[in-house]
């Protein structure tokens, strides 16, 4: 709370002349106003804070509304049946569930390594002067919009993976027992993986800048203490910086994986939106997102809109839960550098 | 005892070797994302496409009405999103910045900061599009304040948080109101990283497509009514990337060199304006 009045210097000076002015009088004037205008301020500003609370509520609010139908009608088996039918206006979100779940898990089974591998050269091999540059380069990647690695993804890489990783991942891993089935079909070129590998590229940054900011924070006497016992650079890493930092890699990662999760544009281009779930990450899928995107527009019908607005809800629900134990977790790590 | 010793040497060695493969790896992506554009979108940059509107399919036209429809999405957008995000952030530095309200704030701020932009788009059809009965280009710049005020609230905070206390002393010493310190004050000491902050966002939905997929649609002509459906660049590039006619599909790539062109420069920008040694 804001003291209501506090004497200024003019007030005691005016005090000890005695006598009220006409100047007092004015000033008393301009401070009453001074004093409306700073609670008006104070209130405005509080209303806005209050405002990203009301957003969030809405969102949450209007999702569940716009699902009511299709939650009515097809009820808990709406989360598990694979049926995606607009024609006998039957609808599951299985499929979709299923591809957004197995892309974002190839994402993150690429970029978490190659993200803490980069994080480990930018704070402990990289000369000082390449720093600098090297780490906006990998933010700059993650600044690129969502639609750029959709056509780049669709026109280039594709047909890149079509020709080259495709055929060589059927003709060598697709012949080994027990993973086979998950290689299997012919290179489409679009597909689960190469929406995965598309989302592993666009996760990256966020995972490098974290893991980098995180690894920044761990004092420098405990890698100091380990070098002086003869510790190797990857050994300090492994063993001292790693565990150190730990909880904030963690929510790092879980903040890429909300990333992921709800990524729309990218994964639209190639995912090929065949509403199935086949075992070979080879093969045409779907998710939540590029459903919606692919599917919204076209929608007749309430039914049809309503199931797509709950795909729409349980992407929000997914990814509110990843992001705030992601934002948990980095908190921790907050207090304790302090 | 020198063979382990060697052991480990070598260990040492391919986990740097790993890590330095490992970033040109990453670099590499941006180099290989940012050639292929300039490969396929450099050719079709001509007069033609800042001056013509987008064409129907077997002829020439140029993206005039997309990139102004875009502009003026993204003013909007920066128009309601930044008043509401820079009063939230100043809430939270300089009034209750030890409150619980604040920390609930920054919290459900921090998530709407990676929410997934589709679910916005469905958020802004539900309680505007639908109702309205219409798809409409306001509806659009909505959606887009929506992705802006996270980023701004949240520098905003940033900023003002590390606005030293003697300046804010200072100005009470003197008999400043509190209102007048924050808006002539800090917000002057703040003011570099606010900037940011607003480049950053208006960096972040330059690209934007999801959410604009349901709300401002797409206007093949030139409009600049906002209670129309308006043309947008990322929703052009979408629409015309999937089609099948190779005029569209090149100025889809034009289109994308455009944007990414803009997105970076704007990043750049907002980079070099942070203060050195504050870059978090």
Redesign the interface.
């Given at each position: 709370m804001?003291p209501a009045r506090r004497p200024?210097?003019?007030d005691i000076a005016l005090q000890e002349g005695g006598g009220v002015s006409v100047a007092a009088v004015t000033r008393a004037k301009v401070l009453d106003r001074?004093?409306l205008?700073?609670a008006?301020?104070?209130h405005?500003?509080?209303?806005?804070?209050?405002?990203?609370?009301l957003?969030?509520s809405?969102?949450i609010i209007?999702?569940i509304?716009?699902s009511l139908p299709a939650l009515r009608t097809f009820g808990f088996g709406f989360l598990v049946s694979e049926r995606w039918n607009p024609v006998t206006n039957n609808f599951g979100a299985l499929p979709a569930i299923y591809g957004t779940v197995v892309t974002s898990a190839i994402a993150m089974l690429i970029a978490v390594?190659?993200?803490l591998?980069?994080a480990?050269?930018?704070t402990e091999?990289?000369p000082p002067w390449l720093r600098r540059p090297?780490g906006?380069?990998?933010?700059?990647?993650a600044?690129?919009?969502?639609?750029?690695?959709?056509?780049?993804g669709?026109?280039?890489f594709a047909p890149f993976l079509q020709q080259t990783l495709q055929p060589f991942l059927i003709n060598t891993l697709g012949h080994v027992p027990l993973i086979a089935p998950l290689f299997a079909g012919p290179p489409y070129g679009i597909g689960i993986l190469t929406a995965g590998l598309i989302l592993a590229?666009m996760v990256?940054?966020f995972v490098?800048s974290i893991s980098r900011?995180v690894f920044e924070a761990v004092p420098g006497v405990l890698k100091e203490a380990a070098y002086s016992i003869g510790c190797?650079?990857?050994?300090v890493?492994?063993h001292v910086v790693l565990p150190y930092a730990r909880v904030g890699v963690i929510g790092g990662v879980m903040?890429g994986l909300?990333?992921a999760?709800?990524?729309?544009?990218a994964v639209?281009?190639v995912i090929g939106n065949a509403h199935r779930i086949s075992a070979s990450v080879l093969a045409p899928g779907t998710t939540i997102?590029a459903t919606?995107?692919n599917e919204?527009?076209e929608a007749v019908g309430d039914l049809y809109t309503s199931a797509?607005?709950a795909l729409?809800l349980i992407?929000?629900v997914i990814?509110?839960i990843v992001?705030?134990a992601a934002?948990y977790m980095l908190?921790r790590i907050e207090r304790r550098i302090g | 005892m020198t063979a382990r010793y060697a052991a480990?040497?070598r260990?040492?060695a391919v986990?740097?070797a790993?890590?330095?493969?490992?970033?040109v790896?990453?670099?590499g992506?941006?180099v290989l994302?940012l050639g292929?554009?300039l490969w396929?979108g450099f050719g079709g940059l001509s007069p033609a496409v800042f001056t013509q509107m987008t064409p129907p399919p077997g002829s020439s036209g140029g993206l005039l009405n997309p990139i102004i429809g875009s502009l003026i999405l993204t003013a909007l957008a920066v128009a309601i999103g930044t008043?509401?995000?820079i009063?939230?952030g100043?809430?939270?530095a300089?009034?209750?910045r030890y409150g619980r309200?604040?920390s609930?704030?920054r919290?459900?701020?921090?998530?709407?900061l990676?929410?997934?932009?589709?679910?916005?788009g469905?958020?802004i059809?539900?309680?505007m599009v639908a109702p309205m009965g219409h798809f409409s280009g306001l509806a659009g710049g909505v959606a887009l304040a929506?992705l802006v005020?996270?980023v701004v609230?949240r520098t905003t905070e940033d900023m003002l948080t590390l606005v030293p206390n003697a300046l804010r002393e200072a100005a009470t010493s003197i008999?400043l109101?509190?209102?007048?310190t924050?808006?002539r004050i800090c917000y002057r000491a703040a003011r570099a990283g606010m900037v940011t902050g607003v480049l950053l966002a208006v960096?972040?939905i330059?690209?934007?497509?999801?959410p604009l997929?349901?709300t401002s649609?797409n206007n093949q002509f030139w409009s600049t009514n906002l209670n129309a459906p308006m043309a947008s660049l990322?929703v052009v590039?979408?629409q015309f990337?999937?089609s099948p006619y190779k005029d569209w599909?090149s100025l889809?790539?034009t289109g994308?060199l455009i944007?990414?062109l803009a997105?970076?420069a704007l990043?750049?920008t907002a980079?070099a304006l942070i203060p050195s040694g504050r870059q978090?």
């Open positions: 804001e200024s210097v003019v001074l004093r205008g700073d008006a301020f104070r405005v500003t509080r209303a806005a804070a209050f405002g990203v609370l957003l969030l809405g969102v209007a999702l509304a716009g390594p190659v993200g591998l980069i480990f050269f930018l091999l990289c090297i906006i380069a990998i933010e700059l990647l600044g690129v919009p969502s639609i750029i690695y959709g056509i780049w669709l026109f280039a590229i990256l940054p490098t900011d190797t650079t990857w050994e890493v492994r903040l909300g990333r999760l709800g990524e729309t544009m639209t281009f997102s919606i995107a919204f527009t797509l607005v729409g992407l929000f990814t509110f992001l705030a934002r908190m | 480990r040497r260990r040492n986990a740097m790993l890590s330095v493969g490992a970033t790896f990453g670099l992506w941006l994302i292929v554009l396929k008043p509401i995000g009063l939230a100043t809430y939270m300089e009034y209750g309200l604040t609930v704030v919290f459900i701020n921090d998530i709407l990676s929410a997934p932009s589709i679910v916005v469905l958020f059809y539900e309680v929506m005020i996270p609230v008999g109101p509190r209102s007048l924050i808006t960096a972040r330059s690209g934007e497509t999801a997929l349901f649609l990322p590039i979408f990337a999937l599909q889809a790539w994308a944007v990414t997105v970076l990043s750049i980079r978090s």
